[in-house]
């Protein structure tokens, strides 16, 4: 009779290769913003390429809310496998917005603050992707995960340092171009965004770590 039941409720659903699949994505998108640093890029394409993989990823987290309702044995909390996909979903969003930006606003060479808080996001991205594995074997990988998360925290705390170094440079010349400030303010917003929804996906790590390792 339990057998019986047992083939009735939905098997364990495969959220750690979904949750794998999406921070490919986000390495993807952030190696694709990383050519916005070049003086020879097409914002076009990169924001085509970052567009193409926030659709995948927008896919992905379709398909793990679906597997979530559908799954009886889940590996962690139903309301932790939320928290963490929609941390990662902000981040390639974000990626996408500051992508949109810089097309938008025409800006045609990145300040030198910006070019290095997009390789802190390329580099956030590579953490990122490199600590979602480790979810699978929480008790074994529960100090390594910890390292990887703080990493994640220190590179969005080293965004906020040159994010304030770079408005503060922007604004000594303000005056003769009052615009051109606006508008760099906003990259700098969106890009500090960005940095911010990594260190909210290390965030969601740490407390499914501390709460099942």
């Known amino acids: ?10 098997q364990k659903g495969d959220f750690f290769r979904l949750f ?67 941390a990662m979903d ?32 390329a580099e956030a991205a590579s953490v990122t992707s490199e600590a979602v594995p480790l979810l699978r074997n929480l008790k074994a990988n529960g100090t390594k995960l910890h390292g990887l998360t703080a990493k994640i925290v220190g590179l969005e705390g080293a965004a906020d340092d040159l994010h304030a170094a770079g408005l503060r440079r922007a604004f000594e010349n303000a005056r003769a171009d009052p615009l051109q400030f606006a508008v760099t303010r906003e990259v700098f917003k969106n890009l500090e965004k960005v940095a911010d929804a990594f260190e909210d996906v290390a965030n969601e790590i740490d407390g499914i770590v501390i709460d099942h390792s």
């Open 1 to 10: 009779m339990f057998q019986w039941f047992q083939r009735l409720l939905p």
């Open 20 to 86: 794998e699949a999406h921070a490919a994505t986000l390495v993807a998108a952030a190696q694709a913003l990383q050519e916005l640093t070049k003086d020879d890029a097409s914002t076009d394409q990169v924001l085509r390429v970052i567009r193409d993989r926030e659709h995948e990823a927008d896919e992905l987290i379709r398909r793990v809310l679906t597997e979530v309702r559908a799954t009886f044995l889940t590996p962690f909390d139903r309301g932790a496998i939320t928290s963490l996909i929609g």
């Open 90 to 121: 902000d981040a390639i969003d974000e990626m996408l917005a500051s992508a949109r930006a810089i097309d938008l606003y025409g800006v045609r060479e990145l300040r030198p603050e910006m070019k290095q808080i997009v390789g802190l996001i």
